[in-house]
């Protein structure tokens, strides 16, 4: 099989997870196409240099990362993506520790999903990367442009606010 | 005890805790139901969450991949859907014209004339020839360019990306804005004329086989032909090339011209007068009120110059009048009666004798003869502008070989064969150095060919001119001995090395030719091995 041909092959059976990724990073489908092509046209000019031991997967997941997180960059420009690093550290600690996981292991996956999306970008891509993207906090860490304990504090805050918004649509669903 | 925060258990169930705080946060956990029951909690989040993101309700339609189009495959097409159309166009206009083209009369073979004019008649024709082929393809390209834009601005448009959209229209604006206004190109086979009376206000651009301006003007005129003649006025620079020359009207600004003749007899010139021809010659008449430069064979200078005079030519004869100095570089000066050099007189000859003033001729200041050592030519290797050109030479040659390196990546990897395949090579160099001029002389005998002879032509010097830059990477790749380097590094080491060995002297002519023979011949062993690859 020609270098072509393989990539080509890697097309077809990684741009479903690819698609996934940009989808839900840049939120419509129209943006997450392009953004789709555009990783592959990336991948394709570096694939000479990509490593056949690595995973591709892991490889193409991480560009396709990098490439959204510019993208949102770009779209908030003088909006601050990630807030203070201080500020939300003093935050996130001073969050009770609940249970939680029953809170929304009752909830419909696409519930979930519809949460997630309406999280705030900054609380969103890193917890998209981290659970979709399959990448270590040092990868989402480089990926920001932020500290690992950051990408820590804002995974959680992610969470945490998943969880508040999923416990009020549960109160008005049931009230 | 105090219990580990939160963010602690977030990242361990995320794998993204530091090992010696796992280990204090594991101790903890023991003893701890809140903390166990937390992480219980974090550890099915993280499952829900991955879970819930792994599935999908939307249907994802694989389109095909799309390659990007990258500039070499641009240039590549416009350079395959050009030449040909150009081919096309140029054989059908000598076919359908049945005889050869007037401004083409000088590559007829059976019109005897002498070597020099042939020669001098061949630059002024394939310069001629040549501003129309450059216009005919910059007008194509520009063409593609404006298309591509047009389309490129609706895309953007339709797929909203303003950023782009405003990019290719300012793009747009710069290319249609000079069209609009900046000057006026006029083109025809015979002749252009702007008759008296008539006023042009802008900068005319005159490409033909007589250029003749009995009007005005009010602009740069910019006149391309065989003959152009000057009567009327030129509210701005004159730039000419051509066969013969001749501004018997007003320029006021500064003219600069390459001919055989030029002729500037009753002429009136605002600013400088640069002249370059074989004959340069002015009459009592003639008003220059800047500066003269003239590089000729034969210059006759009579009237006014209003500054200085600097004249390189084998004759300089002056009998006007230089309001400031004189300096020549010449074989022989003569000032005849009534000249006139109010400050100095300068002249580098060979012998004091070649000065010959005559009676009734006056230098203001102090009269100067140089003697130019006649023995030989000063030591090249000692000035500065020797190494300035070799510098120049070697960043055009870097730059035009990068362009070529990248447009052709076979030519980064060239390489001669041992023994008899090495010598192929160089016999198949040495027969296209050798055959290529016979088979474009054979081919500009017949009225159809003279079309292919001009390309051919081009064709050849380009492949002269690349023979050395093949050669070079050849070098560059033997030099480094290695072919892992970036292909840059590998030209410029070539470069470096051909470059100092052209110029050893005695040998360094020969070294020349040798290297040209090989490029040609890599080149060509490389163009069959592709057309046999092709069959």
């Known amino acids: 099989m020609t270098q072509e041909e393989s990539f080509e092959e890697l097309y077809r059976t990684h741009y479903r997870r690819v698609f996934g990724l940009c989808r839900k990073l840049l939120g419509t489908p129209d943006q997450a196409e392009d953004a789709t092509q555009e990783v592959f046209l990336r991948a394709h000019r570096a694939f000479k240099g990509y490593d056949r031991e690595q995973s591709f997967s892991g490889w193409i997941l991480k560009i396709a990362g990098n490439f959204c997180v510019d993208v949102v960059r770009r779209r908030t420009k003088e909006r601050q993506l990630l807030g203070e690093q201080a500020a939300e550290a003093q935050e996130a600690e001073s969050d009770a520790p609940t249970a939680v996981g029953e809170l929304i292991a009752s909830e419909q996956a696409e519930q979930v999903r519809g949460a997630i999306e309406s999280l705030p970008e900054k609380y969103r891509i890193p917890l998209v990367l981290a659970y979709y993207g399959d990448s270590s906090y040092d990868t989402i860490a480089a990926t920001l442009g932020v500290s690992r304990n950051h990408v820590g504090v804002l995974i959680l805050r992610g969470k945490q606010q998943l969880r508040r918004s999923l416990s009020e649509s549960d109160e008005e669903n049931s009230g | ?535």
């Open chain 2, 1 to 535: 005890m105090t219990c580990p925060s939160e963010l602690s258990y977030s990242m361990y169930v995320d794998g993204a805790l530091p090992a010696e705080e796992v280990v204090s946060l594991m101790a903890h956990l023991k003893t701890c139901e809140h903390c166990q029951s937390l992480l219980t909690g974090l550890t099915l989040e993280r499952e829900v969450l991955t879970t819930a993101l792994q599935q999908t309700d939307e249907e994802i339609v694989v389109p095909k991949f799309r390659r990007s189009v990258s500039l070499r495959t641009l240039l590549g097409f416009f350079a395959g859907a050009i030449a040909p159309l150009w081919g096309i166009r140029t054989v059908w206009g000598a076919v359908s014209s049945f005889s050869i083209p007037a401004g083409l009369q000088w590559l007829n073979p059976f019109d005897a004339i002498g070597l020099m004019d042939l020669a001098f008649s061949s630059v002024i024709g394939l310069f001629y020839e040549g501003t129309t082929m450059i216009d005919s393809i910059v007008t194509s390209i520009g063409t593609s360019i404006f298309v591509a834009l047009v389309a490129w601005g609706v895309f953007s448009v339709v797929k909203r990306r303003t950023g782009i959209s405003v990019l290719a229209s300012v793009a747009l604006l710069i290319m249609v804005a000079p069209s609009l206004q900046a000057f006026e190109i006029q083109r025809s086979d015979e002749f252009v004329n702007v008759a008296a009376g008539e006023v042009i206000d802008d900068t005319l651009i005159a490409m033909s086989d007589s250029v003749t301006v009995d009007g005005t003007i009010n602009g740069d005129l910019v006149a391309l032909a065989r003959r152009v003649v000057v009567r009327g006025t030129v509210n701005g620079n004159l730039l000419t090339a051509a066969e013969s020359v001749s501004v018997e009207g007003r320029v006021t600004g500064t003219v600069l011209g390459f001919a055989r003749s030029l002729d500037f007899a009753d002429g009136q010139i605002g600013r400088n007068l640069y002249g370059f021809a074989r004959d340069i010659s002015t009459n009592t008449e003639t008003d220059v009120e800047g500066n003269a430069a003239v590089f000729a064979e034969e210059a006759e200078l009579e009237g006014q110059i209003g500054v200085d005079l600097i004249g390189f030519a084998e004759e300089l004869e002056l009998s006007g009048n230089v309001a400031r100095d004189f300096t020549a570089f010449a074989e022989s000066v003569t000032l005849q009666a009534p000249a006139r050099v109010n400050r100095n007189l300068t002249a580098y000859l060979a012998s004091e004798d070649d000065l010959r003033m005559a009676p009734g001729t006056t230098v203001g200041g102090t009269t100067d003869t140089q003697i130019v050592d006649d023995d030989g030519p000063r030591n090249r290797y000692l000035s500065d502008d020797f190494y300035m050109l070799q510098a120049l030479r070697l960043g055009a040659a870097f730059v035009t070989g990068l362009i070529f390196l990248w447009l052709f990546p076979v030519l980064r990897t060239v390489a001669v064969g041992k023994g008899s395949e090495g010598l192929k090579t160089g016999g198949i160099g040495l027969l296209a150095l050798i055959a290529t001029p016979i088979l474009i002389v054979i081919a500009a005998v017949t009225v159809v060919g003279i079309p292919l002879a001009l390309m051919s032509v081009a064709l050849f010097l380009t492949a002269i001119y690349l023979a050395k830059i093949v050669s070079a990477v050849f070098v560059g790749r033997v030099l480094l001995e290695t072919s892992n380097r970036h292909y840059a590094i590998i030209l410029l080491a070539g470069l470096v090395a051909v470059l100092i060995a052209i110029n050893i002297p005695f040998i360094g002519g020969l070294l020349n030719v040798l290297l040209t023979i090989l490029g040609l011949g890599i080149i060509a062993e490389l163009v069959m091995a592709q057309s046999r690859a092709r069959s």
